[in-house]
C-alpha cells in the first residue's frame, strides 16, 4: 500500500530538481526495472503482488522489500499511460572515467544539446545496439534521468554511461590525431569517409545542429546521403534516427567493408 | 478570429472517426504547412497576421482566406504544447496504384501493424529520405491522419504515398519473383544478403514484430546485427530506427558497394 507521502514524493521526481538533489530516478515497467535492478541500487520498489512472487528470489538478493500495491495505486504514481506492474527509484549511478582514454581506446558518442528526453533515449538505446558504452552529453542536453528518456532507453541505461561535459572544453583536451567526427547537412558522404573503430562521433541539437563552438573542433565531417543524392526531400533526419544509420556504418561488419582506404 | 463552432470541429478531428468522416487531416507549424499547401487541398487555414502577410501570394494562388488569429487563439485549438503560426486543415490524398507494378519498379515498405503514431510519422520522413515513395500499411496499422504522425512527418506526407490495405493478400498477388524482404530478430544479416533496387521491404509491430500470416510470403530475411555480435544488449531497435538503418542499407551509392554477389 503507498503512503500519501509516498505518493507526493515519486510525483515530486519528476522535475529535475529534486532527481538531482536525491540523486535518484525513476523506472517502471517489469522488463526495464528487470534490466536495471542487477546493475544499480534500488531504494524503493512498488509492484503488483504477481510482479513481487516472480521476482521473489532477485528481491531477496538485493535486499529490497517492495511496497505491494494494486494496478490502481500504481497509476496513482506512473507516469505512463498504461502503468506496468511496477515502479522503481534508482539511486544515479556516477561513472568516473578518463574521457582522453576511453576515446582513445573505443567508439563514443557525443551529444551537443540534444534537447528531446525520447530522442535521448532513444538514442541510448542504439548506442547499447552498437556497443558503444560512453556518451558525453553538453550541459544543454536533456537530462539523462527524466521519465521520459529512461523508458526511452529500453534498458540500455544498464550498459550506457552517460557523461555530462563541457564539450568545447573536452574536445580542446583530446590529443590532436583523435579522430573526431561531426554529422552535418552539408559534408562529405559518410560512405565516402574513412571511419575509424575508436575516436568521437558528436550529433547535434535537432533544430540548429552542431554549435560552432563544438564544430571548430571537427576536423572529419560527415553527412548522410539522401537519395537520390540532391532530390528535394525533408530538411533532415530526426537526430537519433541520423545517429542509429551512423553507428551501424562505423559497425559494419569489417569483413565485408568497403570503405576507402 | 475563430469562432466557438470552429474550435469545436477542429478538436473534434483529433479522432480518427470524424476525420475519416470528412476525408480531412490537420496540420501545424510554418514549415510543414508550407510543404504541404502546394501539394494538398486546403480546406481551412488560422494563422496569424505575420504569417498570413509572409505567404500573401501562395494564399492568393491556392485561393484560401485564412481565418486570422492571434496566439492565444491557435492555442485553444493546437495539438502542440508550443502552437505555430498556422493550423490548416487539408483534404486526405486518394492514392490509386497498381500495387504490383509499383512494387516491380520501385523500393517500397510495407507496414504490418506498427502501432505508435510518431514511430510511423518518422517512417514516412525516412522513406521521404531515402527516395522511397510508397509504403503499404495493414489495416491495423496507426492512422497516417493522426496529428502526431503528420508533425512526425516533417512534410514527408507531400512525397510519400501511404496505402491502407490487406497486406497478405497483397503479399499473396505479388509474382512470384518478387523481391520481398522482412526484418526479424533472428535472420541472416543485412550485409551478408543481395539487396535489390526494387521490391517490398517488410517492418513489424513494435511488440511482435512480423506476424505470421506476413511472415509466411517472406522469403529473404533480414536483420540488423548488433555489435560485437551476440553480446549482451537491449531486445530490440525501435522499428522507426531499424526502418532507416535498413533503408539506408538499400540505398548505399552502389559505387562503393561491398555486397555479396
Known amino acids: 500500500m503507498l503512503s500519501k507521502n509516498k505518493i507526493k514524493y515519486i510525483h515530486s521526481l519528476a522535475l529535475k530538481k529534486h532527481r538531482s538533489e536525491d540523486h535518484v530516478f525513476v523506472a517502471e515497467g517489469p522488463r526495464l526495472v528487470g534490466e536495471l535492478l542487477p546493475v544499480f541500487s534500488a531504494n524503493y520498489i512498488a509492484a503488483t503482488r504477481e510482479w513481487a512472487d516472480d521476482?521473489?528470489?532477485?528481491?531477496?538478493?538485493?535486499?529490497?522489500?517492495?511496497?505491494?500495491?494494486?494496478?490502481?495505486?500504481?497509476?496513482?504514481?506512473?507516469?505512463?499511460?498504461?502503468?506496468?506492474?511496477?515502479?522503481?527509484?534508482?539511486?544515479?549511478?556516477?561513472?568516473q572515467v578518463d574521457a582522453c582514454q576511453t576515446i582513445a581506446d573505443s567508439l563514443c558518442l557525443a551529444l551537443d544539446d540534444v534537447q528531446n528526453p525520447g530522442n535521448l533515449g532513444t538514442i541510448i538505446r542504439v548506442a547499447d545496439w552498437f556497443g558503444i558504452t560512453?556518451?558525453?552529453?553538453?550541459?544543454?542536453?536533456?537530462?539523462?534521468?527524466?521519465?521520459?528518456?529512461?523508458?526511452?532507453?529500453?534498458?540500455?541505461?544498464?550498459?550506457?554511461?552517460?557523461?555530462?561535459?563541457?564539450?568545447?572544453?573536452?574536445?580542446?583536451?583530446?590529443?590532436?590525431?583523435?579522430?573526431?567526427?561531426?554529422?552535418?547537412?552539408?559534408?562529405?558522404?559518410?560512405?565516402?569517409?574513412?571511419?575509424?573503430?575508436?575516436?568521437?562521433?558528436?550529433?547535434?541539437?535537432?533544430?540548429?545542429?552542431?554549435?560552432?563552438?563544438?564544430a571548430a573542433h571537427v576536423y572529419r565531417r560527415i553527412t548522410i546521403p539522401n537519395y537520390p543524392e540532391g532530390s528535394p526531400t525533408t530538411e533532415s533526419l530526426n537526430v537519433a534516427i541520423a545517429t542509429a544509420i551512423v553507428c551501424a556504418e562505423f559497425r559494419r561488419p569489417l569483413t565485408l567493408d568497403s570503405r576507402l582506404q
Open 134 to 214: 560512453d556518451i558525453f552529453c553538453s550541459r544543454n542536453s536533456a537530462d539523462v534521468f527524466n521519465p521520459k528518456t529512461v523508458q526511452a532507453t529500453m534498458g540500455g541505461l544498464a550498459r550506457v554511461r552517460i557523461h555530462e561535459v563541457d564539450l568545447p572544453e573536452l574536445l580542446a583536451s583530446l590529443p590532436a590525431a583523435t579522430p573526431v567526427y561531426g554529422t552535418f547537412l552539408n559534408a562529405p558522404s559518410i560512405y565516402s569517409s574513412e571511419l575509424t573503430s575508436t575516436g568521437l562521433i558528436i550529433m547535434g541539437n535537432e533544430g540548429r545542429g552542431i554549435s560552432d563552438a563544438v
Open 55 to 95: 521476482n521473489a528470489s532477485l528481491l531477496q538478493r538485493i535486499g529490497v522489500e517492495p511496497d505491494i500495491v494494486t494496478p490502481d495505486e500504481l497509476r496513482k504514481v506512473s507516469s505512463l499511460e498504461t502503468p506496468q506492474q511496477v515502479l522503481a527509484i534508482f539511486q544515479q549511478p556516477e561513472h
